[in-house]
């Protein structure tokens, strides 16, 4: 099982605004990163250290936290968006990474 | 630009070894840690092992320690997983990754398929 908990799927509506979570202990200590994985494709990092955007990613995607919640927020969802999506932080001891379940979003 | 590629994966059996290997280009390669990660047919993501750049520090999940051990030749951009007593429940594409502990993988290779059965 995971320490890191994300609800398995996610839709919305094409061009409005989705919020997926990532909930663990850790995440009080230690920031989250966030990938977007498609089918047959290497995940792609989309926010690293809670809201920094790598270059070449969209600014519709942000990140944020508070308390044991880690949140990647798609406002304005295309529907090149749909994807997996997956958080990742240390574990709580600190010593190891940690990723989430994952989250398959789906844009209507 | 950044290039990793991995190469090495295939069909072994519960027992087996094998030698997973990423082929490193356009950064520095020394003076980053890399990773390994994996990912079971329709599941999610798993972190495997992290290796620092100079390669004098290593650490493993608790699934493959002691089975898996990272390495890496800076001479030659390469990092390395290799892999001992191969289970069923070790099937997965293996991903190598530029980055280290802190979780953050600004690139990743496209991945190679272990698949160990009988």
């Known amino acids: 099982s995971s320490e890191l908990t994300q609800d398995p799927t996610v839709s919305v509506a094409l061009g409005q605004t989705v919020r997926i979570t990532c909930q663990g202990d850790?995440?009080?200590?230690?920031?989250a990163s966030w990938y977007q994985q498609k089918p047959g494709q290497a995940p792609v990092n989309v926010i690293y250290?809670?809201?920094n955007r790598p270059s070449g990613i969209p600014d519709r995607f942000s990140g944020s936290n508070s308390g044991n919640t880690a949140s990647l927020t798609i406002t304005g969802a295309q529907a090149e968006d749909e994807a997996d999506y997956y958080c990742?932080?240390?574990?709580?001891?600190?010593?190891?990474?940690?990723f989430g379940g994952g989250t398959k979003l789906t844009v209507l | 630009e950044v290039h990793l590629l991995e190469s090495g994966g295939g069909l072994v059996q519960p027992g087996g070894s094998l030698r997973l290997s990423c082929a490193a280009s356009g950064f520095t390669f020394n003076s980053y840690a890399m990773s390994w990660v994996r990912q079971a047919p329709g599941q999610g993501l798993e972190w495997v092992s992290v290796?620092?750049?100079?390669?004098?520090?290593?650490d493993y999940a608790d699934s493959v320690k002691g089975r898996f051990t990272i390495s890496r030749d800076n001479s030659k951009n390469t990092l390395f997983l290799q892999m001992k007593s191969l289970r069923a429940e070790d099937t997965a594409v293996f991903y190598c990754a530029k980055g280290g502990i802190g979780g953050v993988y600004d690139y990743w290779g496209q991945g190679t398929l272990v698949t160990v059965s009988s």
């Open positions: 250290d809670k809201n």
């Open positions: 290796i620092s750049g100079s390669g004098g520090s290593t």
């Open positions: 850790s995440l009080r200590s230690y920031s």
């Open positions: 990742n932080s240390r574990d709580s001891s600190g010593d190891h990474v940690v």
